[in-house]
């Protein structure tokens, strides 16, 4: 091989991967900024726990700490468009104890979470 022909595919090469490394940098950055971001519960306060799974009247009324997780065979009515606003958060049972938790009059075992769900939902006034 010749030096000068190993210099020129070097360069030649060099400006290749370069430019792949920002085309494909570009479309990675895009689709990580693309995903939707979940946020993350806000912590429980000091000494409080979350309702447990195993609660009776939980289950019985069936709330669930996170909307995405709720049974729609089970809870139709949560498929309806008006039911999106129907939260903990905007609950006329719920009072807030932080960000993300609050005291649910129904569910005495805890805190429940601000976008929490349960059939017994009623609209604040």
């Known amino acids: ?30 689709s990580a900024t693309a995903a939707p971001k979940s946020k993350a519960p806000a912590a429980l306060p000091a000494g409080q726990v979350e309702v ?6 939980a289950s019985a009324i069936g709330y669930v700490g996170d909307v995405k997780k709720i049974d729609f065979k ?3 009515l949560r498929k309806k468009a008006d039911a999106k606003n129907q939260l903990c958060k905007t609950c006329s049972l719920y009072t807030p104890s932080n960000d993300g938790w609050g005291k649910c009059t129904m569910l005495t075992n805890g805190l429940v979470a601000a976008e929490g769900w349960c059939a017994s939902w009623n609209k604040k006034s």
């Open 1 to 30: 091989m010749k030096p000068d022909m190993n210099r020129r595919h070097f360069i030649k090469n060099a400006g290749i991967w370069l430019a792949s490394l920002t085309f494909f940098g570009f479309f990675i950055r895009k």
């Open 52 to 57: 447990p799974a195993t609660d009776p009247v």
């Open 74 to 76: 089970k809870y139709p």
